[in-house]
């Protein structure tokens, strides 16, 4: 289709766009939270509601694109990892359906399936590598949590569309560790967001003895 960047994405414009001020450096995924699909989308395309994404994966696994790639999506808000804020029109944001942690939803195969051939393509054609594959709870960790802690990174790390977390071996403070790495905000939102994405089964916002050892790499000592 003439008007998508993607081979298999269906074009449905959003009106919630803006000129693409800044080079692509990021992809940013998202959970939606919404009850279906229809829902999500008519929320990205209503102008009263200021918000976006360039890519939504639907729950039976169809990709809708809604504003072109060239363009700024409106799906970051206020947010920052390492020296960058506010990443709009740094990012290229793909939001993934699913009702949300409460409900018990799980993201579907065939979900991770095309997320999976979708990443490839993008970070092929915007030349990224995995360590720019970001979620939205690693660059607002006061305000958001998708894709959750249900969401398995682990899944794209083994195919080299997202980095694993690797400890800094002369960085020895954890919460000094994770600044370094790129979280902006308070201890305990980062040592959430970091546990969110590397340790879901302890997301509590607090330094646990497992989440020190996980940042510091020290679990097989
Ligand atoms: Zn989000």
Known sequence: MANVDYKGAIWRPSPNHEARTAPISF???????????????????????????????????????????EQTAWHAGISAWGSIERLNPHSIGIEISNPGPASGVAYSDTQYAVLEALLTDILARNHLTPAQVLGHSDIAPDRKDDPGAHFDWARLEALNLAAPWRPYPTIDDPLAALRHHGYRGADKDILAAFQLRHLPTHVSGTLCPLTRARILGHERA
């Open 27 to 69: 992809v940013i995924l998202h959970g939606t939270w919404m009850a279906d699909d229809e829902a999500a989308l008519n929320r990205l395309s209503d102008a009263s509601a200021k918000v976006s994404c360039h890519y939504m994966i639907c729950a039976d696994g169809r990709i809708i694109q809604l504003v072109r790639e």
